[in-house]
């Protein structure tokens, strides 16, 4: 058994989403995903020992014009400069409520009115923002490898789609995306940008937390058009609790074993299945490198980390190479 192999069960069993506490050192996790966060925490422990990363950008840039195959994964933060709200900063509340209390099917279950609230001001914030320097040089990168025949792969946590409004092709997205419905009776998933989703939403879902809730009886929320099911919809999204799609992880897993060099971009590293990537990467000895404004759990597992917006950061780390040939 190699020394991945503990890396990759704990990978396959925990598919759900869930977050940890990190910072204090504990695991704030209960029930299934026990046993993970024992061998998680085992596991990072482990590589805490070493040494602390580099923050050379010219020894990564060295290792960025060998690399044949680059995954890059990417988290709230890529788009904090587009104006989006991450989860763990200052905007990280809506109403009186942090994103964990409603990304969930029991809070869907027993307030769909509120749940859709706030999907449908995500979804109304997004129409305004657009795609900042670090998505635009994920994009341009991987147009411009691929004409090198090298292969640039996003995977995302992010449910804005910014990446894709960005250009780039190759884009998992693990927990879902905002624009995407599903009916809760039929399960038919379809793209959905209409803006309000439904009448009754319309000028709903403001953020402030003195706003009174909507209380929109089911009838009204957003239903399947899908012949006359009229069931109730949902965002299409991967709530917290649920299973992340089997076939995206399947893919996921295949960028990740294949990858010969990693980035990961704004994200906190504590929302599991994703938090485990790039560690897992940098166990194969892969380099990877972190771009976030401060340091996080999996840091001292990580070969390099660049400190500060990812506009900057991620643009210097994938601008052409001089050895690339010009175009
Ligand atoms: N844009 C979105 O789609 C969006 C927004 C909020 C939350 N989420 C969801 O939040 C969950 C939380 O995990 P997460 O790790 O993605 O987000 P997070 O909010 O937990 O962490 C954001 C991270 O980005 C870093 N960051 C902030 N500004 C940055 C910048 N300018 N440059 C580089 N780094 C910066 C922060 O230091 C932090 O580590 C995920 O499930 C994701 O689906 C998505
Ligand atoms: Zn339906």
Partial sequence: MSALSPVGVVFRLSHRLLTADWTAGH???????????????HFHSCL??????????????????????????????VSAESG????????????????????????????????????HYRREV??????????????ECE???????????????????????????????????LFTTRCTKCRDVRVNKDSPICPALAGKGLPDPDTPDARIPESELPRCTKGNCGGLLRPHVV????????????????????CDLCLVVGTSSVVYPAAMF???????????????????????????????????NVKAALAPHPSEPTQ
Wanted: hydrophobic letters at 40%.
């Fill in 27 to 41: 695991r704030l996790l209960t029930g299934p995903a026990w046993s993970f966060c024992v061998t998680g925490g």
């Fill in 48 to 77: 805490l020992k070493m040494a602390r990363p580099s923050s050379d950008m010219a020894a990564f840039r060295e290792l960025f014009a060998k690399a044949k195959h680059i995954v890059v994964l990417t988290g709230a933060g």
């Fill in 84 to 119: 989006v709200p991450t989860f763990r900063g200052a905007g990280g509340f809506w109403r009186r409520f942090q994103a964990q209390d409603l990304a969930t099917p029991e809070a869907f279950r027993s307030n769909p009115s509120l749940v859709w609230e706030f999907y």
């Fill in 126 to 139: 997004m129409l305004s923002k657009f795609p900042n320097a670090a998505h635009i040089a994920i994009a």
């Fill in 143 to 177: 147009k411009r490898l691929a004409q090198q025949g090298r292969r640039v792969a996003v995977i995302t946590q992010n449910i804005d789609e910014l990446h894709k409004r960005a250009g780039s092709n190759n884009v998992l997205e693990l927990h879902g995306n």
């Fill in 239 to 258: 709530w917290f609790g649920e299973s992340l799609d089997p076939k995206v992880l399947d893919q996921t897993d295949k960028e990740l074993k294949d």
């Fill in 278 to 312: 790039a560690p897992q990467v940098a166990s194969r000895g892969v380099p990877v490198a972190e771009f976030n404004i401060e340091a996080t759990p999996v840091t001292n597992s990580l070969g390099f980390h660049f400190e500060g917006p990812a506009g900057e």
